[in-house]
């Protein structure tokens, strides 16, 4: 079967003529209801889930098209989600005094509240399965591992920490089995949701999701790894430390050359990985129902049936390709040209 080529980038798409950094002024958020990362309610059920919303701010500052991008826990909990993401409401992004689209990403979680008990915290018999895991993983009985694994997520994963924890402990079940497939999954969505872990935990998270990051080219997500090392008021992270990792990232990124991902779509499930060079190339087997860029600074909806190839700009502010497709397929995205980060 023929390959479909859509090859991408930002420039002659976008109308704006290229602005500094201090030209452009991002959307804030002005309903001050919807303004926190977690929708909490009284439910009889320990059953929790978390999911990042991407999501476009009109040039008015209304909310629309959103996308859920990465889900972790009840996916029943996504429609509450996207519910909570349109009740927020902006002052638009602005170039040069201009109002512009932005796209912006949120994390929600969704937690149940308890008068008798508290739910923010990991089960004693979720702690116990965790524990005999994490040893039989350090004592390479993989198989055994695998079995409380599994365990744990049929009976005891429940609320947003263990969510999470677990999550975590699949990431290194699948690095040790050399699943990387699996490790790819688990760790980033450790990475993204580690809020909801102890300190000394998200630390190795964090540890771990950089060098993979780094591994993979994924270039964007390794500079919010080291971000988020700083970000742990516990945790010692030197400027000099902060400092080694980031030369030793831009080194490797600036070195870099082509590079090449290979994505796996489920039905009707969005995914926006992040851009770090100036050209993209998007492969698919068939056909895609949606593909956009989404910036901080501008979004651009491309018609799948007369795309042209374009080159990214380096004033574009954090851009992410959302692909989506009606069928589960596998596409290759390409990046090239110059890097811009």
């Known amino acids: 079967m023929k390959k479909r080529l859509l090859a991408l980038s930002l420039v002659s798409t976008f109308t704006l003529p290229p602005v500094s950094a201090d030209d452009f002024v991002p959307a804030q958020v002005i309903n001050k209801n919807y303004d926190q990362l977690t929708n909490t309610s009284s439910r009889a059920s320990r059953l929790e889930g978390i999911n990042l919303s991407s999501y476009v701010v009109d040039e008015n500052g209304q909310v629309s098209d959103i996308e859920i991008v ?47 008990f508290s739910n923010d915290q990991a089960s004693p018999g979720f702690f116990d399965d965790y524990k005999k ?24 994963t429940k609320n947003t920490v263990e969510i999470v924890l677990l999550a ?43 060098q993979w990051f780094i591994s993979k080219q994924d270039f964007v997500r ?29 080194d ?18 969005a995914v926006l990985p992040l851009l770090s060079k100036s050209e ?26 007369t795309i042209d190839k374009i080159e990214i700009s ?7 390709l959302l692909i989506k497709s009606t069928i589960a397929q596998t596409v290759t995205l390409k990046q090239s040209g110059k890097s811009f980060l």
């Open 280 to 305: 993209v190339e998007l492969k698919s087997d068939k056909p895609l129902s949606k593909v956009q860029l989404r910036c901080e600074n501008k979004v651009v909806n491309y018609d799948l049936s």
């Open 70 to 116: 990465a889900t972790a826990g009840q996916k029943k909990y996504q429609r509450e989600a996207i519910d909570y993401v349109s009740k927020l409401n902006y002052k638009s992004a602005r170039i040069n005094g201009n109002a512009v689209p932005t796209a912006k990403t949120i994390k929600v979680s969704s937690q149940n509240v308890h008068a008798s």
């Open 252 to 269: 490797i990124y600036k070195n870099s050359g082509e590079i090449s991902q290979q994505i796996s779509l489920e039905s009707e499930q």
């Open 133 to 156: 895991a994490s040893q039989l993983i350090d004592d390479k009985k993989y198989d055994e591992a695998k079995t409380y694994i599994t365990e744990l997520e049929n009976e005891h």
């Open 222 to 250: 390794a500079y919010d790894a080291i971000d988020a090392l700083d970000n742990i008021d516990s945790i010692t992270f030197s400027e000099q430390n902060k400092a080694q990792l980031l030369a030793q990232v831009n």
């Open 168 to 210: 975590w402990l699949k990431s290194q079940h699948s690095y040790f089995v050399k699943d990387w497939e699996k490790f790819d999954k688990h760790i980033y969505e450790a990475f993204l949701f580690r809020d909801n872990l102890p300190d000394q935990i998200k630390k190795r998270v964090i540890k771990n999701a950089l």
């Open 314 to 320: 380096k004033n574009d502010v954090r851009c992410g």
